[in-house]
């Protein structure tokens, strides 16, 4: 079946840009993470879904960062007036419940220039 | 905070074991896990282990853990050219979601 998915897979923005990042997890999954995956680092928790809950946005690293679910599916990770520290490769992962496997898509990678 | 070290890189012959370490320092982890990422790739789950078991074994996989050093390992038999990735080591505490990777250990495989 299909995996979750993730738009588009690169993207190349100027400083100051705002930018908007998809991600389609898979159908049924209740449970949707966002990562930031940087250079030499691991993976970065950056906010959390699960069902009809309020997010977790702990992991966000600004205000310049935002996330929304509609409808418990799709979800857009939103970076506004990006910066160079921003570049990185932005993975989703979606899991039927938290405490079930995750599968990831393939990620995002962002490059502000 | 929780941390979760590794090594960055690791070099192998094909043919000989890979063994790719990580150490933990939440007490309270239960499960520990080992990804792999394959270029232009999401990471996918190898395997996993509960905090009270000792060793796993699936296929040319074992898994090692020793809870009292926090230390976990993952040991790749017969290495192939296949296997060259990102292997990442993550923990999470049971009832929780957040899981909690290491950097990730990029593994060449020489010919």
């Known amino acids: 079946g299909a995996g979750v998915s993730q738009s588009p897979s690169n993207k190349v923005t100027e400083k100051g840009k705002d930018v908007e990042l998809r991600c389609d997890p898979i159908?049924?999954?209740?449970?949707l993470y966002w990562y930031r995956q940087s250079l030499g680092q691991g993976l970065e928790f950056l906010i959390y879904?699960?069902?009809?809950?309020?997010?977790?946005k702990s992991g966000l690293p600004s205000d310049r960062f935002s996330a929304e679910r509609t409808g418990g599916s799709v979800s857009t990770l939103t970076i506004q007036r990006t910066q160079q520290e921003d570049s990185a490769v932005y993975l989703c992962?979606?899991?039927?419940?938290?405490?079930?496997?995750?599968?990831f898509g393939p990620g995002t990678r962002l490059t502000v220039t | 905070g929780e941390d979760v070290e590794q090594s960055l890189f690791l070099s192998v012959r094909e043919g000989d074991s890979s063994v790719i370490n990580c150490t933990y320092t939440?007490?309270?982890?239960?499960?520990l896990y080992w990804y792999k990422q394959e270029p232009g790739a999401g990471l996918q789950l190898l395997t996993y282990?509960?905090?009270?078991?000792d060793m796993k074994q699936d296929q040319r996989l074992t898994v090692l853990l020793n809870k009292k050093d926090k230390h976990l390992s993952l040991r790749i038999a017969d290495t192939q050219t296949g296997d060259s990735a990102i292997y990442f080591c993550?923990?999470?505490?049971?009832?929780?979601?957040?899981?909690?990777f290491g950097t990730g250990t990029r593994l060449k495989v020489l010919a």
């Open positions: 282990i509960f905090s009270n078991m």
């Open positions: 993550a923990e999470r505490t049971s009832g929780t979601y957040k899981y909690i």
């Open positions: 992962a979606s899991s039927l419940a938290p405490d079930y496997e995750q599968y």
């Open positions: 879904f699960q069902g009809n809950s309020a997010p977790d």
């Open positions: 939440d007490s309270s982890s239960t499960y």
């Open positions: 159908s049924g999954h209740t449970a």
